[in-house]
């Protein structure tokens, strides 16, 4: 069985399927997919609602986690398990995991700061000293 991490994720998973892939409130601003992935520790199903920016090849996640001081636990879930389902719109796909680094980190998340601005908050609001960005790419 796959899980939603939280009650309020459920709801934006729910509202996303309903409305093929479209949410209100506060990420009616954002696109979004949906993250099935597998528990690092536990194997177990998982599913997040993530923000996203297309990319070659793929799609660019956040690991912003609202600013805390740590990374998501989605994120050590990738590293260990990088083979993921996506779903985007009313599409579902296979895709696999991988962290970005160097130019290519610093170019995605600039893009990502200047379309979605409270993530430059998240950045200034973290004691990390980076918040990571992982490419998902279609499989």
């Not at 696109?31 to 660019?60: D, F, M, Y």
């Not at 696999?96 to 993530?119: L, M, S």
């Amino acid at each position: 069985m796959t899980t939603a991490t939280s009650p309020h994720d459920q709801g934006v998973i729910d509202e996303f399927r309903a409305n093929d892939g479209q949410v209100g409130g506060y990420f009616a601003h954002l696109t979004l997919l949906l993250l099935h992935h597998k528990g690092a520790k536990s194997g177990q199903a998982r599913i997040n609602p993530l923000a996203c920016l297309p990319v070659e090849g793929g799609w660019a996640v956040f690991a912003s986690k609202g600013g805390a001081d740590e990374n998501p636990a989605w994120y050590y879930n990738l590293l260990a398990n990088p083979n993921v389902t996506v779903e985007f719109g009313t599409e579902t796909f296979k895709a696999k995991a991988r962290e970005a680094h160097g130019d290519e980190y610093e170019r995605i998340w600039t893009q990502h700061k200047a379309n979605a601005p409270q993530f430059a908050d998240y950045e200034r609001d973290t004691k990390r000293d980076h918040i990571p960005v992982m490419i998902l790419e279609r499989v």
